[in-house]
């Protein structure tokens, strides 16, 4: 043991590498290239933000917990990885499930209520939906320590939000996650509300991205709305979780724009002008203004761009509005790999 | 290859893990204290000096951390076996068994299976203070996608083990403590026996009343029914060895046949195993019965200090009690 912290604390501001003005606070920033990628995964995000909302209101989806204002985090946290490596999001992470290669109405499946999972986990290694905060992250520890133990360069992608770093299973995570090396970047996205409860409600550390240091992880801060600062950050963090340098603490400042989901009432708890503060941070006004201003994005551009993220919503709503009627003996078929001679028999009568 | 050798529960264990790491590369064993100690018990004594740290080592102390990195490895190929120390002590655990242990499978309609075994040394009868001796099975029992299975001699430890570890689904095997220095010849096979998950055996014939009985209430009811037997009634015993799947064929078949049951079961009696058990055969077997299925459990208190543990743990006089009262002047 080393006494030394110093080298695992974040930096004192959260990295943003293109301001709220749409200009460039560093010298090196993510290609052209990656910052054009990155705009057409903020559209289609943002689209399907708003399309699983209108689904909602239309009663096509039971539920929407929405990433509105958050695409920046769901967009480079899919982006960073390599297809060897797996992505463990929450309820709230539809939008970087998507943006993996999920089909998104495979996606919704959850929310739409026709099953609990729509797709097949190892077909882009992304695992299901999970709603019990923070319990995932073992799991995208025990999925990365195996692919370490069996050789293979994977590294794991786990979402947790501020609310979900007060659990347990968060720093049971990190614990085993960094006494084991276990190549798994953690992205805590603090979008300042947990439902209705405020972060100084749910910790008293400097910064979540501090809370690292407890466990000998290294934590950095990221402007969660600089899709461009989260691309380097995150890319780094990748990085150095794939060669061999164990977990690293991501945590990303971000706020949740609309309310926690359709059935929640954010004017209990949050005054308007806070939300319309965050409307000038918005992630994808900033790099659509960067961009234009190096003239690397044209109205034939993004036209092209708007268009393929209608194509995403139009493809979720046909498939969302499709009625599958959901087979009550499927309840009885997945229980267990052979069915009890219990469950054939109320399988047989429900 | 089948080789013999008498072995305690414990030595049957230990045997069962290193067979099945022997045989399966993908079998990891890890937890508290399992490392170079052997686990608190020694179930998993010799096993890191025999296949390496990367196979069989100790954790941080943290179960639900244990059972949630267990998740994930079995999602990643692996299969792993964790030691859970003591009963009372998995339940730091119950979430990620509860949310995903046993719903995985279901969640993802048969795409991601669970290969994996959570051993828990459980239930009383040692001597051991508060938080030592649960007899936790109902929680797992009353969960759907768990296989909860307590083997009650050493040929059962290691057959069980074997095909608990080779199972796609995951098991919650019970281990009774005061059963780990029992003795007795195993049979050790070099593949993956099958036999026991979701079979109960009879393990003693009789025909004036059933006994049914499940890891460490074993042998109090095989020691009832050499008492009975002395006093003229013959009382046949039914191991259940496996709690889920339940086999109701075997029992039911054995209460037909007698026409009388009592339940011997360690736990709580409310809302229990013991409980589900009586009410599936007399749902089944009404008909047969010419008594109420008597239940002979632990009562409904919080598990006693060991000076009093001999007051809750069933035992051969309460079990012959329960005997005597299954209305035999009808008959
Ligand atoms: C273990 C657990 N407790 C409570 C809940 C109910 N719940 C769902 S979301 C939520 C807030 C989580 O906040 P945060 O982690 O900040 O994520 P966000 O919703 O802001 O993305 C709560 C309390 C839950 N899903 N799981
Ligand atoms: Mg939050």
């Not at chain 1, 309310?259 to 308007?272: G, L, V």
């Amino acid at each position: 043991m080393t006494g030394d912290a110093h080298h695992l604390l974040p930096s004192a501001e959260p990295v943003t590498l293109i301001g709220v003005d749409g200009a460039a606070l560093h010298e090196t920033l993510p290609d052209d290239a990656a910052l054009l990628r990155a705009l057409q995964g903020l559209v289609t995000a943002r689209r399907l933000n708003e399309q699983a909302y209108a689904l909602v209101r239309q009663g096509r989806l039971a539920v929407y917990p929405s990433s509105h204002g958050q695409e920046a985090c769901q967009v480079a946290a899919a982006q960073v990885l390599a297809d060897g490596d797996w992505l463990f999001p929450t309820y709230r992470d539809t939008a970087a499930i998507v943006e993996r290669g999920v089909d998104p109405v495979e996606a919704l499946t959850l929310l739409k209520g026709d099953w609990h999972c729509g797709y097949d986990p190892y077909e882009h290694r992304v695992a299901p939906h999970t709603t019990p905060l923070a319990t995932q992250l073992p799991h995208a520890v025990g999925v990365a320590h195996a692919a370490r133990l069996k050789g293979e360069p994977t590294v794991v992608m786990a979402l947790c939000g501020d609310g979900g770093t007060s659990e347990g299973d968060f720093h049971e995570a990190l614990n085993f996650a960094a006494v084991l090396k276990a190549p798994v970047v953690f992205l805590v996205q603090n979008n300042e509300y947990a439902i209705s409860v405020p972060l100084a409600r749910q910790t008293a550390a400097p910064s979540l991205a501090h809370k690292g240091i407890g466990y000998g992880v290294k934590g950095e801060r990221v402007d969660g709305n600089d899709v461009a600062a989260l691309l380097a950050v995150l890319t780094d963090a990748v990085q150095r979780a794939r060669s061999g340098a164990g977990p690293q603490l991501v945590e990303a400042h971000t706020y949740r724009m609309q309310a926690h989901t359709n059935a929640d009432d954010a004017t209990r708890y949050r005054k308007d002008d806070e939300v319309a503060a965050w409307v000038e941070r918005d992630p994808i006004v900033r790099l659509e203004k960067h961009l234009r201003d190096r003239g690397l994005l044209t109205d034939d551009v993004l036209a092209r761009m708007t268009e393929a993220a209608e194509k995403t919503a139009a493809h979720t709503r046909d498939g969302i509005n499709r009625d599958v009627e959901p087979d009550p003996a499927e309840l009885f078929a997945y229980v267990y790999a052979k069915p009890t001679p219990q469950l054939i028999e109320q399988g047989a009568q429900a | 290859m089948i080789a013999h050798e008498k072995l305690s529960m414990a030595q049957a264990l230990n045997r069962a893990l290193r067979d099945a790491m022997s045989a399966d590369p993908s079998v990891v064993v890890f937890g508290e204290d399992v490392g170079p100690l052997g686990g608190v018990f020694r179930i998993t004594d010799g096993l890191t000096a025999e296949f390496g740290e990367d196979r069989c080592f100790d954790t941080p102390l943290a179960e639900s951390g244990i059972v949630g990195v267990a998740v994930g490895m079995a999602m990643n190929g692996m299969r792993p076996v964790v030691e859970m120390q003591f009963d009372a002590f998995a339940y730091p655990a119950f979430e990620q068994i509860v949310s995903h242990v046993a719903k995985m499978r279901n969640r993802t309609r048969g795409k991601v299976s669970l290969p994996m075994v959570i051993r828990v040394p459980y239930a009383g009868g040692i001597g051991g203070v508060e938080h030592h001796c649960d007899s936790s099975e109902a929680y797992y029992a009353h969960t759907p996608g768990l296989h909860v299975v307590a083997p009650a001699t050493p040929s059962d430890a290691y057959t069980l083990l074997r095909e608990a570890i080779a199972s796609p689904d995951p098991v919650i095997f019970l281990e009774p403590k005061k059963l780990y220095w029992s003795k007795e010849e195993v049979e050790l096979s070099a593949h993956a026996p099958a036999a026991g998950i979701g079979r109960a055996v009879v393990r003693r014939e009789g025909s004036d009343a059933t006994l049914i009985a499940y890891g460490p209430s074993v042998p109090i009811a095989l020691e009832a029914a050499e008492v009975a037997d002395r006093e003229g009634r013959s009382l046949q015993v039914v191991d259940l060895r496996s709690i889920v799947p339940f086999d109701d064929e075997t029992v039911c078949a054995a209460v037909r046949s007698t026409g009388r049951a009592v339940v011997v079961a360690e736990a709580s009696g409310f809302a229990s195993v013991s409980s589900e058990i009586v009410a599936r055969v007399t749902e089944r077997c009404f008909h047969s019965l010419a008594a109420p299925i008597r239940r002979v459990t632990g009562y409904d208190i919080p598990y006693p200090p060991p000076k009093l543990e001999h007051v809750q743990l069933p035992s051969v006089d309460r079990v012959l009690e329960a005997v005597d009262d299954l209305q035999w002047e009808l008959s």
